[in-house]
């Protein structure tokens, strides 16, 4: 077993590893397409495509390095692509109504738990592709959890993986990369954080399959009840 005795920070990913996005959004999408009766896509659907494309702005905002638009921008050109796609029309009401649900994201049950049992031995810190003040309102009043610090990837101006969202994150808490450990349930997240020094616990939430690469996760689990099991 993977010996984390040099460990002093866990680095938490929000979306989709500590907020529950697809059970959050899924209602409000639902919502959404029965106000278009025509769209012949199930709640379920639109939420895989539009996730998949949100991940692709991201990877092209920062590849093209254009300058950041930020967290919610990508997700809104990723509805506009993802609404055109099922021959939806793109209006302003439309956009405001899916978009809504992002306000009201909720953890998965177990987490709160395991943060009162890991912060007993790490530093419990968010670093996330979410904007700043998007970021201090999700932890505030739908994660309500303390954590030692909140980074955003808007400081560097680049989506992770990029490695200098990693390595700033590690010298912005004033430790060396090999005493952060990335927690995240993409994949990419881990992939990115182990090949800058980071340690890395997959939480596989979704039972998907791990890139081919060298940078494998350190451990892998399915929730944050196993990750605390695993890492104390």
Known sequence: MTNFVATKALTFDLFGTILDLGGSLTPFITESLDAHAAADVSADEFWEQWRYRQRIEQYQDTIMMLGHSGYLETVRRALHY??????????????????RGWEQLSPF?????ALSRLQSRYRLVILSNGDTSFLDYLVRERVSWDFNDVISVTSVGAFKPHPAVYRAAARELG??????????????????????????AFVNRYLLPYEETPY??????GDFTALADALL
């Open 82 to 99: 993802t609404l055109r796609r099922n021959s939806i029309d793109v209006l302003p009401d439309t956009i405001k109504a899916f978009m």
């Open 109 to 113: 049950p177990e987490v709160l738990a």
């Open 175 to 200: 430790l060396e990369v090999n005493e952060c450990l990335m927690v995240s349930a993409n994949s990419f997240d881990i992939v990115g954080a182990r090949a800058c020094g980071y340690s890395g």
């Open 216 to 221: 494998q996760p350190d451990v892998t689990v």
